[in-house]
Every structure is written in structure tokens, then in C-alpha cells.
């Protein structure tokens, strides 16, 4: 299956986003966080932002400033956390290459 509006997706791509250390994906980030997560977001907004800021694991003003320009380019609330809204509206990187940062497109199963 294909994200809506997005390129063909090769079966069995998988999708980075970010998640919290239990493996959750229902994770909240903000300003002072210090996480892998965190990383995974920074290295998102790079590949699919082009963002340029550093994958340093620290949530910081540069982080924040990319997030709000990618939550203000998806759609998402323009609040500078990293949650629920913001996970389902902003576009990830996946194994299927640089050009396919697309949106989650998760498929229920059952």
C-alpha cells in the first residue's frame, strides 16, 4: 500500500519515527528532553525537513524552531512538542529511500 498523496512504497518498507524507550510511538518530547527519540526526530527533520540542525539527542532551541517549521508545513499544531498530533501529520524516513519521507500510513490489522 502507498501513503495517501505519496509515492508507491515497496512492500515491506518500514518507516523511523520516533519512540520512547519502552518502544512506545505515543511518546511527548519537548524542549530539555535528552533521548535516542529525540534523535530520531532530529534526523527526521533533516531528511525529510531539510531542517540542518544537529543529531545531537538534546532538544533544544534548533530542534524546537525545525519541529514548529515542519508541524507549520504538515499541518500539525504549531506548538514545538512532539506528540500525538504532530506524530500523525509529519512525514518519516524509510528503507525504501531519501525519497520516500512519507506519512505514516499504518494499516490495522485483524
Same mark, same amino acid.
Given at each position: 500500500? %502507498?501513503? @495517501? /498523496? /505519496?509515492? #508507491?512504497? #515497496? ?6 519515527? @520516533?519512540? &520512547?524507550? !519502552? /518502544? %512506545? %510511538? ?5 524542549? +530539555? !528532553?535528552? %533521548?535516542?527519540?529525540?534523535?530520531? =526526530?532530529?534526523?527526521? =527533520? !533533516?531528511?525529510? *525537513?531539510?531542517? +540542518? ?6 532538544? /533544544?532551541? &534548533? ?6 517549521? &515542519? ?8 506548538? +514545538? +512538542? ?9 512525514? *518519516? ?5 531519501? &525519497?520516500?519521507? !512519507?506519512?505514516?500510513? =499504518?494499516?490495522?490489522?485483524?
Amino acid at each position: 500500500m %502507498s501513503p @495517501p /498523496g /505519496g509515492p #508507491p512504497v #515497496p512492500p515491506g518498507t518500514v518507516y523511523f519515527y @520516533p519512540a &520512547a524507550a !519502552n /518502544g %512506545s %510511538s505515543w511518546c511527548w518530547m519537548q524542549r +530539555g !528532553n535528552h %533521548s535516542t527519540a529525540v534523535w530520531a =526526530l532530529q534526523w527526521t =527533520l !533533516n531528511e525529510c *525537513y531539510f531542517a +540542518g540542525i544537529a543529531q545531537d539527542w538534546d532538544f /533544544g532551541p &534548533a530542534t524546537e524552531r525545525a519541529l514548529r517549521t &515542519a508541524q507549520a508545513r504538515s499541518g500539525a499544531t504549531v506548538d +514545538g +512538542g512532539y506528540g500525538p498530533n504532530t506524530r500523525a501529520l509529519l512525514k *518519516y524516513i524509510s528503507t525504501a529511500g531519501p &525519497a520516500y519521507c !512519507n506519512q505514516l500510513f =499504518l494499516v490495522g490489522i485483524g
